[in-house]
């Protein structure tokens, strides 16, 4: 990956484990770039590693609608979304609008 890209994260309570593991794995290359995430998730992640970054409100208190507006304003190069496979819990975010603004932005997005 060329440059420092402004990374943003966030994940499904089921998979938040997955995420901290991959971040874990990942740390060094992650280190090299600006990282975002809904607070639990980005508190996982940061709790599993020696990354820092910015952790925005927890998904279920409009965290996930902070990621987007972020994508919307230019200010996200490449989104991660980690999505339980089995049916969301009642408090899980709803993907389908960060997905939404991610391609009308035209940003990279991953979803394991």
Request: net charge neutral.
């Amino acid at each position: 990956m060329d440059g420092r890209k402004r990374i943003a994260f966030t994940a499904h309570d089921a998979v938040k484990p997955a995420l901290s593991a991959w971040a874990f794995a990942n740390e060094r290359v992650l280190a090299a770039h600006e990282l975002t995430a809904t607070g639990n998730s980005g508190r996982a992640m940061m709790e599993a590693t020696r990354l820092s970054g910015t952790c925005v409100r927890a998904g279920a208190r409009g965290g996930d609608l902070e990621l987007g507006a972020m994508v919307a304003d230019g200010q996200v190069d490449i989104l991660v979304l980690l999505l339980a496979p089995l049916p969301p819990q009642p408090h899980d975010i709803d993907p389908a609008p960060l997905l939404r603004i991610a391609s009308i932005a035209q940003i990279a997005v991953a979803t394991p």
